[in-house]
């Protein structure tokens, strides 16, 4: 089994906007929306984010990129 890919800036911002919907889909009583949709308006967000908000983010893939290096090292992407 081939280990997972570190994080990218992206997939981190995703998957806290992600989290940040479904508390407020929960709490309004909202229906789930499909991940298709999901990710057309977090990608929207992503693009008219404020630059600082977006370096925060590409500083945390960094981290876990190098989490990543110490766990997995030696590890190659693959597809």
């Given at each position: 089994?081939?280990?997972?890919?570190?994080?990218?800036?992206?997939?981190?911002?995703?998957?806290?906007k992600?989290?940040?919907?479904?508390?407020?889909?929960?709490?309004?009583g909202?229906?789930?929306?499909?991940?298709?949709?999901?990710?057309k308006?977090?990608?929207?967000?992503?693009?008219?984010?404020d630059?600082?908000?977006?370096?925060?983010?590409?500083?945390?893939?960094?981290?876990?990129k190098?989490?990543?290096?110490?766990?997995?090292?030696?590890?190659?992407?693959?597809?």
């Open positions: 089994m081939n280990p997972p890919r570190p994080p990218n800036a992206w997939i981190l911002y995703r998957s806290d992600l989290k940040q919907m479904m508390q407020s889909q929960l709490q309004h909202h229906p789930k929306k499909p991940q298709s949709s999901v990710s308006e977090v990608a929207a967000m992503w693009k008219a984010e630059p600082g908000v977006r370096g925060e983010y590409e500083r945390l893939a960094d981290v876990k190098a989490e990543h290096a110490e766990q997995y090292p030696g590890y190659k992407f693959q597809p």
